[in-house]
């Protein structure tokens, strides 16, 4: 923890209060009826995304299938950026095309994920190669849900990473409440990262609702992987506070509505686990490491932030993209640098 001092302590901080704000003000605006689609958030959550990010220096690469707003903003994206694409506003990202998780900007090292579980575990890896490849100091972190931890993409590109040695960071959020059933109905062993050490690489288990542990932990992976000693695996075990999206609720309609009974039993009870934000808050108070005065700033600039972003983003024109495009629309990436053995 020596490279994360009193500054970097209030910088957490700040992106702590600023993602809480941020998704509470997701909340309303979606209560209202004024964001599009579903609303991944990560309250109460907030601890394990935003931790895990600020371990990343400029060149390195970060994606992630599980809801990370504060990962997002640690890695340099406006508030506003976030509720535009929720939005779906004609600035955002996506142009309107999706106001879910799919966020990606290669310039601030963000990968965009796909829709499914664990595809991106492959991209990443293969980010790492190319890194490795290029003999560049960079270093891929990928974030995962425990049920990404089932299918055949997670194994397929952490079998490779470990095979070719890849600088690469996987990270599994394990919850006890995922967005189809409770965790003790998915994987037969109690603990994901027991497992995979069978790949022969380091896998240990965190407090994700700790964000000092987590940024103690998964900066020593990242250092690791800079190294040159291979990739490592993160289980990060967090609280249920929030289901995977703000959607309608569509369990009833389901044959299993035992299972939701359960989930919802099961999310009662981790309630009783701490909260981050005011865990983190607690530590700051209580070591001397933040003053009245120091604590008031921050939340002023939080507020100031929060306010000015969510009026620009209603501000912003909404999507002009057409209902129907051709499927090969801003897909593919224009370039003018020909490539070697083939065309532009």
Known sequence: ???????????????????????????????????????????????????????????????????????????????????????????????????SLQLGDLERGLVGPSGHLATHLGVMAGVGYAAKVQKKDSVALAMVSDRAVATGDFHEGLNFAAVHNVPLVVVVEKTPVGSRAPATHAPAGQHHYERLKAYGLPAVMVDGND???????????????????????????????????????????????????????????????????????AFLIEHAQIQPREQEVILSRVASVIAEDVARAEQEPASTVPAVTPASDEVFHQTSTPVEGGSN
Do not use: C
Request: proline share 3%; aromatic share 8%.
């Open 211 to 281: 964000v000092l542990q987590v940024l103690q932990v998964v900066d020593a992976a990242v250092k690791r992987a800079r190294s040159g000693k291979g990739p490592s695996v993160i289980e990060a075990s967090v609280a249920g506070r929030t289901r995977f999206s703000m959607r309608e609720d569509v369990f009833s309609l389901r044959s299993d509505a035992g299972d939701d009974a359960d989930r919802q039993e099961l999310a009662l009870k981790d309630e009783e686990l701490s909260d981050p934000v005011e865990q983190f808050e």
């Open 1 to 99: 923890m020596s490279r994360f001092g009193k500054q970097q302590l209030h910088e957490l901080y700040y992106y702590l209060k600023l993602n809480r704000s941020l998704e509470e003000e997701l909340v309303r605006l979606f209560r209202a009826g004024k964001l599009v689609g579903a609303l991944p958030i990560s309250t109460g959550q907030e601890a394990l995304g935003l931790g895990a990010a600020y371990t990343l220096e400029a060149g390195d690469f970060f994606s992630s299938a599980i809801p990370s707003n504060g990962a997002l903003l640690a890695r340099g994206v406006r508030p506003y950026e976030i509720l535009s694409h929720f939005m779906a506003k004609q600035t955002s990202a996506t142009r309107g095309r999706d106001g």
